[in-house]
């Protein structure tokens, strides 16, 4: 039997597992308790520092770990990878009180499926797991419309070779579309959409789905009309 993505899994038991990694324990305690009202998702473990949630997330393997940015013993992005080691499946929402645009890219760049604001509201929150566990990548609104206002594309016209599979793939990417929703719409397995998203990425240059819908947005592929860029890792 051919083995199920994270989201089908995630489907099939009807509970998101979570780890908490947070530092102050008022914040641990109030998003526990936020998060407790939901049926659908559960809290496995928290965790105070990167090795403890190293440790935990072996033991436990959630499907999702919401992790601070500052840490005691480190940064949390830089994190990341360790986390994803001891449970590759994982998928890592960022939770932060700074809206600091290179912790966004830095966080993004190192793995994160997402980025939110500790001012998010209990559903915000929810809604936010629930898109990173369906396959997108969120980031908090304001966050998505700064850093589309700081960077610039690559190239200033479309002559880099893209084909019109391409350029379809490229304009549902900046609408929001997850890879199983692309796949649908183009006719095609998610691994080939997979496949098409990396050719595309070397071709304009960007390393992640938010640089492409920036990218398609800059150059007027897609209008951000949102002011939000969702995305899928």
């Not at 898109?131 to 998505?144: N, W």
């Not at 016209?157 to 796949?183: D, F, M, R």
């Not at 990396?198 to 009309?225: E, H, P, Q, Y």
């Amino acid at each position: 039997m051919q083995d199920l993505n994270l989201q089908e899994k995630v489907s099939l038991t009807q509970q998101v597992r979570i780890i908490v990694i947070e530092d102050h324990s008022l914040v641990r305690d109030g998003i526990c308790q936020l998060l407790d009202r939901y049926s659908d998702l559960k809290i496995v473990a928290t965790a105070n520092s990167l090795s403890e949630a190293v440790e935990l997330t072996a033991l436990t393997r959630p499907d999702i770990a919401l992790l601070d940015i500052r840490l005691p013993d480190g940064v949390g992005y830089l994190g990341i990878s360790q986390i994803q080691k001891a449970n590759p499946d994982i998928r890592v929402l960022m939770v932060s009180a700074f809206n600091d645009l290179a912790y966004v890219q830095e966080s993004l760049k190192s793995g994160a499926s997402g980025y939110l604001l500790k001012t998010a509201t209990g559903d915000e929150l929810y809604d936010a797991i629930k898109t990173v566990i369906s396959g997108a990548t969120v980031l908090d609104s304001s966050l998505a419309m700064a850093l589309a206002l700081n960077v610039h594309p690559k190239f200033e016209n479309l002559s880099v070779g893209l084909t019109e599979k391409e350029l379809s793939i490229l304009k549902a990417l900046g609408n929001g579309l997850s890879n199983k929703q692309i796949s649908d719409q183009i006719h095609v397995s998610v691994r080939t959409v997979e496949g098409y998203l990396s050719d595309l990425f070397d071709k304009i240059g960007v390393r992640s789905r938010t640089r492409a819908a920036i990218w398609a947005i800059n150059n007027g592929i897609v209008s951000d009309s949102s002011g939000a860029v969702n995305e899928e890792t």
